[in-house]
């Protein structure tokens, strides 16, 4: 069974189903950027399959600029601890997604010293593809340009 968990600026956590995309767009996109100063400035959506978080999508926001989407996938790895033992973990597999390559080399605050580069920052109605595809689908938007973070130059950044 699939379930997405909405964590809005605010910080309230709630159940969505894709009934509830109409309202969301009136929060996120028509609210752009009042309902974005509440809080964190941040949302997350968690994407639970059989009620293990497999997926989220976290949308971040500058006023002057837009919205960060990143899209990211739980995937199961090894890794070495403090005590230099080998434990399994589960690992997000980021892709953030990209709206203009040429200011990638630029960042901005887009809110508690969480620098972006500035283009992955995507006008509000744009990102709202990857919003309500990932609400109805639980997967990246075709509509958008999802991107491996390796293309950031070093002077970039991403989360």
């Keep these: 069974m699939r379930k997405i968990i909405f964590s809005g600026p605010n910080s309230r956590k709630r159940e969505i189903s894709t009934a509830d995309i109409p309202q969301l767009y009136d929060e996120l996109i028509n609210g752009f950027p009042d309902y974005w100063k ?3 400035c941040s949302c997350v959506f968690d994407l639970f399959e059989n009620d293990i ?4 999508l976290f949308v971040g926001f500058y006023e002057e600029l ?3 989407l990143s899209y990211n996938e739980y995937y199961d790895a090894v890794v070495g601890n403090i005590n230099k033992e080998r434990v399994n ?5 980021c892709y953030p997604a990209l709206y203009d390559e040429t200011q990638l080399d630029k960042t901005v605050d887009i809110y508690c010293e969480l620098f972006v580069s500035k283009g992955l920052l995507l006008p509000p109605r744009l990102a709202w593809k990857g919003i309500g595809y990932f609400i109805a689908k639980g997967e990246k938007s075709p509509a ?7 293309i ?8």
């Design 38 to 40: 509440q809080g964190n």
């Design 53 to 56: 978080n497999t997926k989220y």
């Design 66 to 68: 837009g919205l960060y």
């Design 89 to 93: 973990t589960r690992l997000p597999r």
């Design 144 to 150: 958008l340009n999802w991107i491996t973070p390796d």
């Design 152 to 159: 950031i130059p070093e002077t970039g950044n991403w989360c």
